[in-house]
């Protein structure tokens, strides 16, 4: 999420001069504005209510619902700072924040419920998640950009290297899953069931393997091939509809920094600790709430809970889409779920193997099938470089 405006001439990313060349982040200017709406500040006061009502032990439905509302400030603040260290950290820096902080929601939730024994509730959280910027998020924004032209068109080199990328790490996480659900033919002798062992050593080698291919993407990215990646975001700095240059230059001269660099890492590390202490009270009442709605409680952390925590993320993404910005929303998507593929979920394997915890990742086969098929229908809306409203609205109804 680093795409800049009126960028006029490359230099090395990274550097000091690229920092100081491109102030002023379209994505940057977008979540401050939403920051700034008169909705945040109010929505603040869930977070000290929603941990008072927890510690009180007040009705599950009250504590499960109070909390989920303060995450949409925590996020917004999250990511607010986020953005506005970016502007004076290195890339490497910046892409290690928003790769562990920026999925703060996934992390911590999955943490917690893992700690609990809660594995399915944390791969729920991040199955979610990763359904909602493939096709919710994505969908949104080709229909809320695309709706009055017919095609919209971004780089394809690069987004196809991406989405290939994120097919394979879909298709490896699987692999715990279906050896479970496809065991051998043979049923004769021992070897033929898969045995619990099994899945745990495999979805720990998917795991280490993971984060290798993690590093080599960095590499890829920011080292042997950065050129592709610097020169996709300054072909995608102007809107696809042109504005007067007066609005550019408008927009480039606007304050670029929300908080000074030693008040945003405070509030950074203030609003971490509130959304630990709230993500402990939802996973802590969420069983509870789904007994008294009649529901599974991993269909709460499946799609309420990524969908609600995430909204200011995903709202902001749409607003980048919305403007011209498409390449951007694009890639900012892949990045993403790559960055929950490739660090947050085999993190969380590490971590559980690390407390002698049971954390696989033997998914449940129904989020098994739709997170490899809308992996599938991802890549495949835009493996040409184009798309219309139209593939929106089949990737919103998927």
């Known amino acids: 999420m680093s795409t800049s405006i009126g960028t006029s001439h490359p230099s090395t990313p ?12 379209t994505f940057h200017k977008i979540v401050i504005n939403i920051g700034n709406q008169p909705y945040m500040k109010p ?13 009180l032990h007040l009705p599950a439905q009250i504590v499960f619902y109070v909390n989920l509302t303060a ?20 890339r490497v820096w910046d892409e290690f924040l928003r790769a562990t902080v920026g999925n703060a929601i996934e992390l911590i939730l999955g943490v917690i419920a893992m700690t609990k024994g809660y594995i399915r509730m944390a791969q729920s959280t991040l199955i979610g998640s990763i359904l909602c910027y493939t ?20 780089d394809r080199t690069l987004i196809n290297i991406m989405s290939s990328l994120m097919v394979v790490v879909c298709t490896s996480l699987l692999v715990p899953t279906i050896m479970i659900t496809f065991p051998s033919f043979d049923t004769v002798s021992p070897q033929a069931s898969v045995t ?46 042109d504005q007067d240059n007066a609005d550019r230059d408008s ?17 950074l590390l203030s609003a971490l600790f509130g959304l630990t202490l709230c993500a402990y009270f939802l996973v802590d009442n969420v069983n509870r ?3 008294e709605l009649n529901i599974d409680a991993a269909f709460l952390m499946l799609v309420v809970v990524p969908l609600i925590g995430n909204s200011t993320r995903y709202l ?52 098994a099938t739709m997170l490899f098929l809308a992996t599938v229908v991802m890549n495949h809306v835009i493996q040409d470089g184009r798309s219309n409203y139209f593939d929106g609205l089949m990737l919103v109804g998927t």
């Open 14 to 25: 990274g550097t000091p001069s690229d920092t100081n060349r491109r102030p002023w982040h």
């Open 43 to 55: 929505l603040l006061l869930m977070v000290p209510i929603g941990v008072l009502a927890g510690l």
């Open 71 to 90: 995450l949409i400030p925590l996020i917004a603040l999250v990511t607010i700072c986020i953005a506005d260290l970016s502007v004076v950290i290195g």
């Open 135 to 154: 096709l919710l998020v994505l969908g949104s924004c080709f229909c809320v950009a695309g709706y009055n032209k017919e095609h919209l068109h971004f």
């Open 196 to 241: 619990r062992q099994e899945v745990v050593l495999a979805s720990r080698v998917t795991a280490v393997t993971l984060l290798i291919l993690l590093g080599v993407f960095l590499l890829f990215q920011l080292k042997t091939h950065a050129s592709i990646f610097h020169l996709a975001e300054i072909s995608s700095d102007y809107p696809l509809d």
């Open 251 to 267: 927009a480039q001269d606007q304050p670029a920094r929300f908080f000074t660099p030693r008040a945003a890492v405070v509030t």
């Open 289 to 291: 709430v789904a007994d």
């Open 316 to 367: 902001t993404i749409v607003t980048v889409a919305r403007k011209g910005y498409v390449e951007s929303a694009v890639r900012a998507i892949i990045n993403s779920v790559l960055r929950l593929t490739l660090l947050i979920i085999p993190a969380l394997v590490i971590l559980g193997w690390a407390f002698g915890s049971p954390m696989t990742l033997q998914l449940d086969t129904f989020e």
